[in-house]
C-alpha cells in the first residue's frame, strides 16, 4: 500500500519560511509528477506547484518567484521551500504524485497545517 506523509507545517510570521517535505513509502515501482496543493478554510483546493520526474517545474502565479518546489527521486520525496509567506498562505497543504505499482495511481497525502500570522 502506497502512502505519501507530509512534514513541516507549523505557524509562522508573515515574510518568514518554511519548507514542506513530502516522503512516498510502499511498493513503488516508478513516481511520474509529483506536486503540492493547498486549501484554505471557505475555499477549493488550487494547485501551488508540481514537478516531473524529469525536474520541470510548475508554479501557480501567486507563488512564483516565492516557493521553489524540488524533488530527490532516490527518497521518494517532494519539497516545498516557502519564502516571503503571508497570510493569504495559510491554508492545508497537501502532496500529490502519480506512481506506478505498476497500476497507475493518484495518491494524496493527509494534509499539513501552514498558518502565517504575526
Known amino acids: 500500500q502506497v502512502q505519501l506523509v507530509e512534514s513541516g507545517g507549523g505557524l509562522v510570521q508573515p515574510g518568514g519560511s518554511l519548507r514542506l517535505s513530502c516522503a512516498a513509502s510502499?511498493?513503488?515501482?516508478?513516481?511520474?509528477?509529483m506536486g503540492w496543493y493547498r486549501q484554505a478554510p471557505g475555499k477549493q483546493r488550487e494547485l501551488v506547484a508540481t514537478i516531473t520526474s524529469g525536474g520541470t517545474t510548475n508554479y501557480a502565479d501567486s507563488v512564483k518567484g516565492r516557493f521553489t518546489i524540488s524533488r530527490l527521486n532516490a527518497k521518494n520525496t517532494v519539497y516545498l521551500q516557502m519564502n516571503s509567506l503571508n497570510p493569504e498562505d495559510t491554508a492545508v497543504y497537501y502532496c500529490?504524485?502519480?506512481?506506478?505499482?505498476?497500476?497507475?495511481?493518484?495518491?494524496w497525502g493527509r494534509g499539513t497545517q501552514v498558518t502565517v500570522s504575526p
Open positions: 510502499g511498493l513503488i515501482l516508478s513516481i511520474a509528477g
Open positions: 500529490n504524485a502519480i506512481i506506478f505499482t505498476p497500476t497507475r495511481g493518484d495518491y
